[in-house]
């Protein structure tokens, strides 16, 4: 699977973004798809999971009033609706999958074989 993370930019805190993630490769309807992001100096947090058919999804405490995650596998594309976005927000946002990973997705970075390049979003208070 090979993925490409894009619709970052800069916005003004209380905008939204939405983050779309295009996959290649035939295994993408069989991977689960984690968002994670990265601040400057931060470790690699989780952000949002969905499952491979969609039906799971599961967010980070602090952004799941926030942030919305869904999955179209025909067009092999995973997109990550973000609202109301704060300057701590600001981070690269990363998508990812794992292959056969079952009716559920995981919340840790070690558990996906794939990643995207990253899409920056800055939020500016």
């Known amino acids: 699977v090979q993925l490409q993370a894009s619709g970052g930019g800069s916005v003004q805190a209380g905008g939204s973004l939405r983050l779309s993630c295009a996959a290649s490769g035939v295994t993408f309807h069989m991977s689960s798809i984690g968002w994670f992001r990265q601040a400057p100096e931060k470790e690699r947090e989780f952000v949002a999971g969905?499952?491979?058919?969609?039906?799971?999804?599961g967010y980070a405490d602090s952004l799941k009033d926030r942030f919305l995650v869904s999955r179209d596998n025909p067009r092999k594309t995973v997109h990550l609706q973000m609202n109301g976005l704060k300057f701590e927000d600001t981070a690269v946002y990363y998508c990812?999958?794992?292959?056969?990973?079952?009716?559920?997705?995981?919340?840790?970075?070690?558990?996906?074989?794939?990643w995207g390049q990253g899409t920056q979003v800055t939020v500016s208070s």
């Open positions: 990812a999958a794992r292959p056969y990973s079952g009716a559920d997705f995981s919340r840790h970075p070690d558990d996906y074989d794939f």
């Open positions: 969905v499952s491979w058919d969609g039906r799971s999804t």
